[in-house]
């Protein structure tokens, strides 16, 4: 019986020297990271080694791998627990520091010191072969009984005081005993069971079971032992009880003299079981749905509401993907831009209803000669640009007259008298455009040609054109801004806080619209990028400011104030355009000097991009509703921004705002699409969460869920996101009442996500 602590010392000792070693090589070859990995892998591994650390002889703690440093001011201060040992490292022959080692000191109580005896060991041996043996004998006694010998009542007796249900049985599957457990379980007397066979008992069978397939039946044929094989067994109460059926066979070789059978009642874990199967697949099925939900939704939040063609924001990403595959095909990409002629004229004669009727009609036309092979895009108000992959400059110059023919053709009941008629520009990537915003603007320069030619002509893109407008440098200097990269940092915005994603995307329409006068097609995309851009530092703000339904404190202010310029950088960082991050970071300054940052432009010297920005942004803070306020009318905000001209904002740009933007945009379809998708995505999130049982994931997502439908005003789903939050911060979760509010949940989000398309849908003028 060798001294086991002994041992053990030894082998520690052993273990600190060769790490020392180790260790010595690598502090002479400045190996830290290579030291610190070997350690924390070492500690790792060894259950015993709490914690390993390299200290030089001038006290710095090289390697602290295990939180070695707050064990070993333990082991100063209470050693109890704690091994230490100490080994020295030298490097050339001169002192260097040391290798320290805590490990897991032996169980110095009472009870440890027994336990580990091992002369205890030795009779803890002998005890559980005793059992062994017993059990044995036992199974000896048991393989004598025969059909013509009696059940001692002694054995009886004690077979009554097991809780399981046990049956012994006869080769022929007689019952010879029957216990209490077993007899109360099927509420049948003992003395009726005794004789009957138990194959004719009431058992009820799954449809991939067979009738004859008994446990105990295996095991006096073949003389196996069956363990937790599953059988339902009716009472006569009607109700169905559930047991788990261990069968061993009584005798052995050719002396078949029956089975021994144990019956496990397991009818409310089985029940509990099937219940949670139920409801994990009704989650997986609403998982599925909101996911088919969302796609709906994504489709229209891509969808321009009025026309039926795509908006800018998933033209611009789809664009990128065609430039991509044309240049790396070598196949040609042709752009038609078209502009209803007159169609101010038009809203101011017969109302915008009118104006509307025209938009959906033209879209019609573009949409019936293009959509089958090309893309068509609501560029802006009354504009629309058709992208054709693979038609080359000729082909697509035909394709626009004849639509501009189409347009001609376009006839109302009402005004019977309303003529149409469009202005078209053409281009294609042989005049070498450098990026999809290039080859837009050729389009564009055609256009504004054809409606200074006189209208309602198409008008092919050549060098001289953009010669003439002073375009084409421009566009050449200009770095190229990927729309696939803004959408990737809206989408992360959006998943931070979907609500200032959404006033974003509100901006750009807005810089969009009022710009037209003042920039040319380029600039105005780079001030749409700077409106989605804009609040981009935000991503970085915590969910406990981003969702405050209150005001924020002048600390919080601040903070947002940091972000922004945080945000900056990311944009100078990521697009080096210069045109772009002094529009994002130029939209506070004041027009007069004015405000709380200093250093910055005054007066027209602040570039137009950031003042239009700067009014547009403003109107839209103010008409929105937030939490703690509703949004203000359209005419109050006119009155503001008209307050503060001269002083925050440009006048004659206010104005000028003032004259496009008549009314209160109808609410964004695209908004509330989006709105949905996100509370759809986290909702989805959770469910996985629940789905793979992972506690914290579902803390933190249910808590931002329920932070997000209140931002929302969806109470009934923050409500349920707060009941799923508190289960699963349980120390006993509940995981069928969790399964249960879960599923809740997702029959909330997609009640919600119904009723908005369904709301869309009945809202939409059908096109076409």
């Keep these: 019986m060798p001294d086991v602590t002994k041992i053990e010392s030894a082998s520690r000792r052993r273990l600190s020297e060769a790490v020392a070693v180790n260790a010595a090589a690598h502090v002479r070859k400045q190996q830290w990271v290579d030291l610190r990995a070997t350690a924390e892998t070492l500690v790792d591994r060894d259950a015993d080694l709490l914690s390993i650390g390299v200290r030089s002889k001038h006290g710095d703690l090289k390697v602290n791998a295990g939180h070695h440093d707050d064990l070993w001011r333990q082991v100063a201060s209470d050693s109890r627990g704690i091994d230490a040992i100490t080994v020295p490292i030298t490097l050339n022959r001169r002192e260097w520091g040391e290798v320290e080692f805590c490990f897991r000191a032996p169980d110095q109580s009472t009870f440890g010191a027994i336990a580990e005896h091992p002369l205890m060991r030795l009779l803890a041996f002998y005890c559980i072969t005793g059992v062994f043996g017993y059990t044995l004998f036992v199974g000896k006694v048991m393989r004598v009984f025969s059909t013509t010998q009696v059940v001692p009542e002694r054995v009886r007796q004690a077979l009554d005081t097991l809780a399981e249900g046990l049956l012994v049985l006869d080769e022929k599957a007689k019952i010879v005993l029957a216990n209490r457990a077993f007899a109360e379980t099927v509420d049948v007397p003992t003395e009726l069971l005794v004789e009957s066979r138990a194959n004719e008992l009431p058992w009820t069978f799954e449809h991939d079971q067979s009738k004859n397939d008994f446990p105990w039946m295996t095991a006096i044929d073949e003389s196996a032992t069956i363990t937790e094989q599953i059988l339902h067994l009716k009472v006569d109460d009607g109700a169905e009880r559930i047991f788990s059926v261990n069968a061993a066979p009584i005798g052995g070789g050719n002396a078949r003299r029956g089975a021994l059978a144990t019956f496990r009642d397991v009818t409310h874990i ?8 139920a409801m994990l697949t009704m989650l997986r099925e609403s998982r599925d749905e909101i996911e088919e939900k969302n796609r709906e939704l994504e489709i229209l939040a891509t969808t321009d509401a009025l026309t039926g063609c795509l908006n800018r924001r998933a033209f611009f990403e789809r664009f990128g993907h065609l430039w991509k595959m044309a240049a790396a095909e070598q196949k040609p990409l042709s752009c038609i831009m078209f502009d209803n002629d007159h169609f101010k004229r038009v809203n101011d004669t017969y109302g915008h209803g009118v104006g509307d009727d025209v938009l ?38 035909d394709l626009a007259e004849q639509t501009r023919a189409s347009i001609e053709q376009i006839t109302f009941k009402e005004p019977a008298q309303l003529r149409l008629t469009a202005s078209v520009g053409v281009s294609e990537t042989r005049f070498n455009a450098s990026d999809p915003q290039e080859l837009i603007n050729q389009a564009d320069v055609c256009l504004y040609a054809a409606k200074r030619g006189g209208r309602n002509c198409v008008i092919p893109y050549s060098p001289e054109l953009s010669q003439m407008d002073g375009e084409e440098t421009e566009s050449r200097e200009r770095a190229e801004i990927p729309y696939q990269a803004v959408t990737a940092l ?19 329409d807005l810089c969009s619209r009022v710009s037209k006068q003042y920039m040319d097609s380029a600039s105005q ?32 202010m601040e903070l947002i104030a940091w972000h922004d310029r945080i945000g900056v950088e990311l944009i100078e960082t990521a697009f080096e355009c210069q045109e772009l991050t002094e529009t994002v970071q ?9 405000g709380r940052f200093r250093n910055l432009p005054v007066g027209v010297e602040i570039p137009i991009g950031a ?16 939490v703690y306020r509703d949004g203000c009318s359209h005419q109050v905000a006119i009155e503001e ?4 001209a001269g002083s925050q904002f440009d006048p004659e740009l206010v104005e000028h705002f003032a004259s496009v933007i008549t009314s209160k945009p109808e609410p964004d379809a695209t908004v509330n699409s989006e709105a949905a998708i ?91």
Aim: hydrophobic share 35%; proline share 1%.
């Design 270 to 277: 089985e029940e509990h079981r099937k219940q949670l199967e």
């Design 490 to 508: 809206i989408a992360s915005l959006s998943y931070r806080d979907a609500a200032t994603a959404e006033h974003s995307r509100r901006v750009a």
């Design 641 to 644: 921004l008209r307050r503060y």
């Design 678 to 768: 996100q509370i759809g995505f986290q909702v989805e999130r959770l469910a996985a969460a629940i789905d793979s049982q992972d506690t914290e994931g579902m803390q933190t997502l249910a808590e931002r869920l329920g932070m997000y439908a209140r931002r929302c005003d969806i109470e009934s789903i923050a409500k349920a996101a707060d009941r799923i939050r508190q289960r699963a911060s349980e120390q006993e979760i509940s995981w069928l009442d969790l399964l249960r509010d879960t599923n809740e949940l997702l029959e909330l989000c997609r009640t919600t996500q119904s009723e908005l398309i369904e709301h869309q849908h009945e809202n939409e003028t059908p096109v076409g």
């Design 586 to 594: 130029f939209r506070q300054a004041h027009f007069d000097g004015s």
């Design 611 to 626: 003042r239009i920005l700067s009014i547009c942004d403003s109107y839209d803070s103010m008409i929105s509703d937030r």
């Design 360 to 397: 959906r009609e033209v879209s019609r036309v573009l949409r019936e000669t293009h959509g089958d092979h090309g893309l068509v895009c609501r560029y802006g108000g009354e504009e629309f640009c058709v992208l054709l992959p693979g038609i080359d400059f000729e082909d697509a110059l």
């Design 525 to 556: 995309y780079v001030l749409e990028i700077a409106a989605l851009l804009h609040d981009i530092g935000k991503v970085g703000v915590s969910d406990e400011i981003l969702l405050k339904r209150g005001k924020l404190s002048p600390d919080e």
